[in-house]
């Protein structure tokens, strides 16, 4: 895909540093330094500060990268959806080619730096990331299955792995298990803002489930994946990690992830038209306290075994 197929507008405004920080999608990089932050300080091993600082600071600049690249190969569809219309892109403040090779800047630097700084075995699952996320679901999938956000949200699931790897320079199966909380989350997460956003998505050609197969059986899907996000989630309490707890704070926000999973399932579309989404607004939102609160419970977990108190 050639950049001048992708952007047509007049770029007559020098792009701002807020224009090019836009681009590294700076919500998703919270997310992914708040869960590599805890692969790293839940892991057996201590890192010293400096080592730390530095590791994810880098893991941020490769989630970034990721972002920017996405943007630049998906600018003709931003353009088209009013959820990204004001990207920098589509907005004409940076050019397609500008965003693709910042976002290839700062993946290379990304990968060599934390590889210097931590180990190499972090910066190769930071590599594997940036290239899956990229390459296969970008660019591969994307476009082409409703089983796109399945298997892509493989990419979003890799930091707490990465920061694990930084202290212990390895993979374990607390790392795998935090991997899949991540992992089984994705689907249910971003069906339920699909269900609301199938007009944009119906919009830009994108074979998302709802436009596919249909909010009704996407309805199902979400709750499916609930139901199977559930003993991945509360099974991570009885590893080392976890503890009494990460496992009643686990208990509780699957018992309430899967209330509002129910409540979606049972809904009609009459329903859901008359008050514009409501539930499934609230589900998304919903899913975004409910990682936050159940890698904030492995966080704090660590925090009391220090003092003793934590684990089992």
């Given at each position: 895909?050639s950049?001048?197929?992708?952007?047509?507008?007049?770029?007559?405004?020098?792009a701002?540093y807020?224009?090019?920080?836009?681009?590294?999608?700076?919500?998703?990089?919270?997310?992914?330094?708040?869960?590599?932050?805890?692969?790293?300080l839940?892991?057996?091993v201590?890192?010293?500060?400096?080592?730390?600082?530095?590791?994810?600071?880098?893991?941020?600049?490769?989630?970034?990268a990721?972002?920017?690249?996405?943007?630049?190969?998906?600018?003709?569809i931003?353009?088209?959806?009013?959820?990204t219309?004001?990207?920098?892109?589509p907005?004409?403040?940076?050019?397609a080619g500008e965003?693709?090779?910042?976002g290839?800047?700062?993946?290379?630097?990304?990968?060599?730096m934390l590889?210097?700084?931590?180990?190499?075995?972090?910066?190769?699952?930071?590599a594997?990331?940036?290239?899956?996320?990229?390459v296969v679901?970008?660019?591969?999938?994307?476009?082409?299955?409703?089983?796109?956000?399945?298997?892509?949200?493989?990419a979003?699931?890799?930091?707490?792995?990465?920061?694990?790897?930084?202290?212990?320079?390895?993979?374990?199966?607390?790392?795998i298990?935090?991997?899949?909380?991540i992992?089984?989350?994705?689907?249910?997460?971003?069906?339920?803002?699909?269900?609301?956003?199938?007009?944009?998505?119906?919009?830009?050609g994108?074979?998302?489930l709802?436009?596919?197969?249909?909010?009704r059986?996407?309805?199902a899907?979400?709750?499916?994946?609930?139901?199977?996000?559930?003993p991945?989630?509360?099974?991570?309490?009885?590893?080392?990690?976890?503890?009494?707890?990460?496992?009643?704070?686990?208990?509780?926000?699957n018992l309430w992830?899967?209330?509002g999973?129910?409540?979606?399932?049972?809904?009609?579309?009459?329903s859901?038209?008359?008050?514009?989404y409501?539930?499934?607004?609230k589900?998304?939102r919903v899913?975004l306290?409910?990682l936050?609160?159940?890698?904030?419970?492995?966080?704090?977990?660590?925090v009391?075994r220090?003092?003793?108190?934590g684990?089992?």
């Open positions: 895909m950049d001048a197929s992708l952007h047509t507008h007049d770029f007559s405004n020098d701002s807020g224009d090019f920080f836009a681009l590294l999608k700076p919500r998703v990089m919270s997310l992914v330094v708040f869960t590599a932050l805890v692969g790293l839940v892991a057996p201590s890192v010293h500060p400096v080592i730390g600082f530095a590791s994810i600071l880098f893991i941020a600049i490769g989630g970034g990721s972002g920017a690249l996405n943007m630049w190969w998906e600018a003709d931003d353009a088209v959806m009013k959820r219309q004001s990207r920098p892109i907005s004409g403040k940076v050019t965003a693709k090779a910042f290839i800047t700062l993946a290379v630097m990304a990968v060599v590889g210097l700084a931590a180990n190499l075995v972090a910066a190769g699952i930071l594997f990331t940036i290239f899956f996320y990229v679901y970008t660019v591969g999938l994307k476009r082409v299955t409703p089983q796109n956000i399945v298997i892509g949200g493989a979003g699931a890799f930091p707490p792995m990465i920061g694990w790897a930084v202290a212990t320079g390895g993979i374990s199966i607390e790392s298990l935090m991997f899949s909380i992992f089984m989350w994705t689907p249910p997460h971003f069906w339920a803002l699909a269900l609301f956003m199938n007009d944009d998505y119906t919009k830009a994108i074979p998302m709802p436009v596919v197969r249909g909010r059986v996407t309805r899907y979400i709750l499916v994946y609930t139901l199977l996000l559930a991945v989630a509360v099974g991570a309490a009885f590893t080392s990690i976890g503890g009494p707890l990460y496992l009643a704070v686990s208990v509780v926000l992830f899967i209330t999973a129910v409540r979606i399932w049972r809904r009609d579309e009459d859901a038209i008359a008050d514009k409501q539930a499934e607004k589900f998304f899913s306290l409910y936050f609160l159940h890698f904030g419970a492995l966080l704090a977990e660590s009391l220090n003092f003793g108190m684990g089992w």
